[in-house]
């Protein structure tokens, strides 16, 4: 069965970092390509980013409001997605959800992590 | 980015109706449309891909269908756990987008 666990949410100061960790099992990670969905409270889904898989040449994309903060990283041997989110803003207050990138749809989907951006 | 129009914004209906959501493109994404289903608290779920296909065990009562930019999701005969936010998403270009959402409540 494949399982994705964020983890690493949590209260930050506008201004701070934060890095969530999304441990993945149940299929071959190394080759998947893997995304970053959030959703503010009460709000719809915003896509955040994506980083390919290592052969395609672990390229990242991101959405425009989170470019140049945030980045996608990846841990094949510990099959672990990364995402580090600096210069925080309140309105980047959201759940973040960790999801596969399969054959351009996203599929699954992990139970995602609070952050909370707050002074 | 293209953008992904969706509507109505929520829509009230019984157990039994048929609903229809639907999603327009700002520019042609050919066949890169997704729809999603979201419960209260829950992760989204992947209900339908590449604008017809039925993802592995959801109910075929969901169906997709598309008509050049315009993507619509129908749901025949409602049972009681339709009832949720349904969003589409293009992954035609980077960087992918959401519709709004479509919350479907009992009436």
């Known amino acids: 069965e494949v399982q994705l666990v964020e983890s690493g949410g949590g209260l930050v100061k506008p201004g701070g970092s934060l890095r969530l960790s999304c441990s993945a099992s149940g299929f071959s990670f190394s080759t998947a390509w893997m995304s970053w969905v959030r959703q503010a409270p009460g709000k719809g889904l915003e896509w955040v980013g994506r980083?390919?898989?290592?052969?395609?040449?672990?390229?990242?994309d991101y959405a425009a409001a989170v470019r140049g903060r945030f980045t996608i990283s990846r841990d094949d041997s510990k099959n672990t997605l990364y995402l580090q989110m600096n210069s925080l803003q309140i309105e980047d207050t959201a759940v973040y959800y960790c999801t596969w990138y399969y054959y351009d749809r996203l599929n699954p989907w992990g139970q995602g992590t609070l952050v909370t951006v707050s002074s | 980015d293209i953008q992904m129009t969706q509507s109505p914004s929520s829509l009230s209906a019984s157990v039994g109706d048929s609903v229809t959501i639907t999603c327009r493109a700002s520019q042609s994404i050919s066949n890169s449309l997704n729809w999603y289903q979201q419960k209260p608290g829950k992760a989204p779920k992947l209900l339908i891909y590449a604008a017809s296909t039925l993802q592995d065990g959801v109910p075929s009562r969901f169906t997709g269908s598309r008509s050049g930019t315009d993507f619509t999701l129908t749901i025949n005969s409602l049972q009681p756990e339709d009832f949720a936010v349904y969003y589409c998403?293009?992954?035609?270009?980077?960087?992918?987008?959401f519709g709004q959402g479509t919350r479907l409540d009992i009436k």
């Open positions: 998403q293009q992954s035609y270009n980077s960087p992918d987008t």
């Open positions: 980083i390919k898989k290592k052969s395609d040449g672990e390229i990242t």
